[in-house]
């Protein structure tokens, strides 16, 4: 007691103090742009000074590391970090010794709520999972559906939606709009059921507010020393009381969801009609191959389904958010975007909404949403851990106490990886001379992951972008509102900060005529 007194007594000199520490350290560590490692501290002063805009301090002193370099951890840490944004290194670690990093269990502990869905599992667990996601998404029938259900959310949500917002002169948040509508979209395609969290009233969905805390505690793992992980486990507050009740939050939704889809299966099959097709009712008609039962399979379904929640609503809002704010510092890029929709009008009877086979010939649409995707990945960093140890082709060494961190956001903005123009939003660097999309090896655009475990959703996430702008652009003119701070959040997902608020315009010009 006597001790916590004096700390008490003393704390206004202990707070000055600690701010002046903190000061000397980040003037030294501008001193050569390089944050310093020091001993017992390690470089948590230079991470601490930098914590409210880590992804812009990543790619500066990667800049001057050039590409790589070791963020060594406080004393208590039982690792140290290699931060890269090195084509070569990606190459080697996501798929020439891919065997040698698998995601493992400080992966797993790491990100725990995952389960063992997709994202953590590894050897026959997730070559399994992939195969049924890749059937599923290569069936005709899904895909017909996937893009039925978007268009008709699109016509009858998305559109008169923002119809009233132009109206009434709102200034309205276009990032929680595009969160609301992938949610619906990526819900409908998993679970089989329109949640209906895009509506005009903007309702509280609980699913999808523990998506957002879940997030951004995910993150705050990632930089936040280990002892005072497990001292706030061990004291169940802070961030480990947010995680633990958006958690509970989130396995209720989930298991509402799996009881109304079990619900209408019984139901289908007892009329005799044909199964739906999404991702859940595919799991359940091969229960018997899974060979499992009872609570098992339930946490399976729920490991399953949250994977692929989290993989769809959150990296789609996420790049349509970026994308449509670069388009209003972009009205050159908009043009052209336009006179494109113009070009290939919708076919006939599809009440302004383009086919899959229409939304092909959006090229430059195509180049400039991976333009967006190539600054401003969903999907901002990937954390990876060596079974053996491994040197990279940058001749860093790694294993049990050195991890590895690639910066996918950093590495959109190296001018050894993209040229002198890396920072510029340009979409013709994707075009050929004759104007065909021009295709980047994985390694070097990470935007969907690299090698064995590249998204395999990606077609129809540029499917589904590619009608959102489709069926916006040509009716609407977004104008950031005055005064907006447009930021990236500290999530393991590129959100804004703030949100994107807008003002949404109806245009004067008919581009659907």
């Not at 990100?111 to 869905?117: A, E, P, Q, T, Y």
């Not at 609980?206 to 793992?221: G, Q, W």
């Not at 540029?462 to 609407?476: D, N, T, W």
Request: proline letters at 6%; hydrophobic letters at 45%.
């Amino acid at each position: 007691m006597e001790i916590v007194s004096w700390l008490l007594g003393r704390y206004p000199e202990l707070m000055v103090s600690l701010a002046c520490f903190l000061l000397l350290f980040h003037r030294l560590n501008r001193r050569n742009g390089l944050p310093t490692n020091w001993p017992v501290v390690g470089s948590l002063p230079a991470i601490t000074v930098n914590a409210g805009r880590m992804h812009e301090w990543l790619t500066e002193f990667l800049r001057t590391a050039g590409l790589s370099y070791v963020v060594k951890g406080p004393w208590g840490s039982p690792v140290d970090v290699i931060v890269t944004a090195d084509p070569a290194n990606v190459a080697h670690v996501f798929t020439a010794n891919f065997g040698n990093y698998p995601k493992g269990k400080e992966f797993a502990q790491m990100f725990d709520v995952l389960g063992d869905g997709i994202f953590n599992a590894d050897g026959e667990s997730w070559a399994f999972q992939r195969r049924k996601a890749h059937a599923l998404l290569s069936d005709a029938r899904f895909r017909a559906g996937v893009a039925a259900s978007t268009a008709r959310k699109l016509r009858d949500g998305l559109v008169p939606l923002l119809d009233g917002l132009a109206a009434s002169g709102a200034v309205v948040d276009l990032q929680d709009v595009f969160v609301r509508l992938t949610f619906d979209l990526t819900a409908m395609f998993v679970f089989g059921i329109d949640p209906g969290c895009l509506a005009p009233d903007f309702p509280y969905v609980p699913f999808a507010a523990a998506m957002d805390t879940i997030e951004e505690v995910l993150f705050y793992r990632h930089v936040t020393p280990v002892p005072w992980l497990r001292l706030q486990k061990f004291l169940k507050i802070g961030h480990s009381k947010k995680m633990r009740n958006a958690r509970r939050l989130l396995d209720a939704s989930i298991a509402e969801f799996i009881s109304l889809r079990r619900g209408r299966a019984a139901e289908a099959e007892s009329t005799g009609e044909a199964a739906e097709a999404d991702l859940l009712t595919s799991y359940l008609e091969c229960q018997d191959e899974i060979g499992m039962s009872g609570a098992e399979f339930d946490r399976f379904l729920r490991d399953t389904t949250f994977n692929i929640m989290v993989a769809g609503r959150d990296t789609t809002s996420s790049a349509l958010t970026w994308f449509f704010w670069l388009l209003t510092k972009h009205p050159d890029v908009e043009a052209k975007i336009l006179e494109e929709l113009r070009a290939h009008p919708p076919s006939s009877g599809a009440d302004g909404h383009r086919t899959t086979a229409g939304l092909k010939q959006l090229v430059y649409l195509h180049a400039a949403l991976s333009e967006s995707l190539r600054l401003y990945p969903p999907v901002p960093f990937e954390h990876k851990a060596a079974a053996r140890p491994d040197t990279l082709p940058s001749g860093a060494r790694v294993g049990p106490s050195r991890r590895v961190i690639v910066s996918f956001y950093s590495m959109g903005r190296m001018e050894a990886v993209w040229g002198k123009d890396c920072s510029e939003f340009r979409p013709e660097r994707w075009l050929t001379a004759a104007g065909r999309f021009r295709h980047e090896p994985s390694y070097k655009f990470v935007a969907f992951n690299v090698g064995p475990r590249t998204c395999l959703g990606r077609d129809l996430a540029y499917s589904q972008m590619k009608a959102v702008v489709a069926a916006v652009l040509p009716r609407f003119r977004v104008e950031v509102d005055a005064g907006a701070v447009v930021r990236p959040k500290l999530s393991i997902i590129l959100h804004m900060k703030d949100g994107l608020k807008v003002r949404v315009h109806k245009r004067e010009e008919d581009y659907l005529a």
